[in-house]
């Protein structure tokens, strides 16, 4: 039986009004997404920063500017892409997300994914890859191989962030949203 995906604005008014787990007592605003609601390319973080928190959008800091670039590498801008991420509120101190808040998040990206029905999901670091694949296998052995998730091609890449603080991720990050252009271009 196919169930009619939910529009995206009542997702969002979902997410707004969700105190399930703690993360909402300390949020300045939820992050739902942004971007094209009928995008080829769906982008996957992990979780909000400071900065998205302030601003309600997910990538905004230094590693969303950095995103920018790579998108550019394949052939993309911010406006084409929807951006999201597994969970829609920022983690104190941005320690990483905690296994029941991706469970009690997770109903909320399934219907962002089902509604969106993207071509192509890339996964940001390891907690986006692991959640979307299903997998225990981390994003250094994973990172630029086209994988499948239902009816999904999905492309795991390093998050933005690491290349920021590791150059040597940045060209195996660079690489990675080439094939993306190329993926698309095929």
């Known amino acids: 039986m196919h ?18 787990c703690p993360l909402a007592d300390g949020r300045t605003q939820t992050v739902f997404g942004d971007g094209d609601p009928h995008a080829r390319v769906m982008i996957i973080g992990e979780a909000p920063g400071k900065n998205e ?7 905004v800091g230094a590693a969303g500017k950095y995103l920018n670039e790579l ?3 394949a052939n993309l801008e911010r406006e084409q892409v929807f951006i999201a991420n597994v969970l829609k509120c920022r983690p104190p101190s ?16 399934r219907e962002q994914t089902r509604s969106i029905d993207p071509e192509v999901i890339v996964t940001l670091g390891n907690f986006a890859t ?7 296998v981390g994003i250094t052995h994973l990172h630029g191989q086209l994988q499948q998730a239902g009816k ?6 390093y998050h933005p962030a690491a ?15 080439t094939l993306l252009g190329q993926i698309l271009g095929d």
Do not use: M, W
């Not at 941005?94 to 909320?108: H, T, V």
């Not at 290349?163 to 949203?177: G, H, I, N, V």
């Open 71 to 73: 998108l550019a590498l």
């Open 152 to 157: 999904f091609k999905v492309l795991p890449v």
């Open 163 to 177: 290349a920021l603080y590791d150059p040597k991720k940045r060209s195996a990050l660079e690489q990675d949203f």
């Open 94 to 109: 941005n320690r990483d997300p905690k296994p029941d808040e991706i469970q009690l998040c997770a109903p909320f990206l």
């Open 3 to 20: 169930k009619e995906p939910v529009p995206l604005g009542e997702i969002e008014q979902q997410v707004r009004a969700c105190h399930a």
């Open 53 to 59: 928190d302030l601003q309600g959008k997910p990538f």
């Open 130 to 136: 692991k959640f979307i694949l299903k997998t225990d």
